[in-house]
């Protein structure tokens, strides 16, 4: 029976499965009257077909559980998250909030920030209108990255000291004392006149 070749979806097929498509595709190109064994091979071939799309499914049901495994361990397992995004985004996936938040908690990783551009994509056109409703979406968004614009007011100008009323007459500062007022010199002691004349 075919088998699922990876998670994106591919089939591999064997040399004996090939041959039945083969035959499948000339009689619908040129119609004519098959064989029961050909009827046979095509039935089981279609029912093949039909299991190796649930394989994949499973496959791809795998692939997401452990993306949301590795994004609930990280940022330990960035390496193994990062490769796990990119193949089931190969596969189909479709980037949730988590993994955007995730990515951009990764920034600072090229891959990761690679990945978000993609991721970030990948969301915008998966809208309603596929690459128009993406435009239009984005430019929604761009106003509300940019900061707020407040108009600028002047800063009020402080108020001057009001001005004396006139005839107020103004304090005298008082001046700065030298340093001999300061420090006044005493002048040295001498004995009064009748001491000095009883000594001698």
């Known amino acids: 029976m075919p088998t699922p070749y990876g998670s994106r979806g591919g089939l591999a097929f064997g040399a004996e499965e090939l041959r039945v498509l083969r035959r499948a ?3 619908a190109l040129h119609p004519s ?12 071939l279609a029912a093949s077909l039909d299991e190796a799309t649930r394989e994949s499914a499973r496959l791809r049901a795998f692939l997401v559980a452990d993306l949301g495994r590795y994004r609930a361990a990280l940022p330990g397992t960035a390496a193994g998250y990062l490769a796990l995004l990119e193949e089931a985004l190969g596969a189909g996936y479709r980037p949730q909030p988590d993994d ?11 891959t990761a920030a690679a990945l978000l551009r993609r ?3 990948v969301r915008l056109t998966a809208l309603p209108g596929g690459l128009a409703a993406a435009g239009q979406e984005q430019e929604r968004e761009e106003p509300r990255k940019k900061p707020e614009e407040r108009p600028s007011t002047p800063h009020p100008a402080p108020n001057p000291s ?3 009323a006139p005839g107020t007459p103004r304090p005298t500062r008082r001046p700065v ?7 006044p010199r005493r002048k040295p002691a001498t004995p009064p006149p009748g001491q000095h004349l009883a000594a001698g």
């Open 177 to 183: 004392p030298t340093p001999g007022e300061v420090f």
């Open 162 to 164: 009001p001005a004396p």
């Open 25 to 27: 595709l000339a009689l």
């Open 100 to 110: 955007l938040a995730a990515l951009r908690a990764l920034r600072g990783n090229p």
């Open 33 to 44: 009257p098959a064989t029961a064994d050909d009827v046979q091979d095509c039935l089981r």
């Open 119 to 121: 991721c970030e994509r």
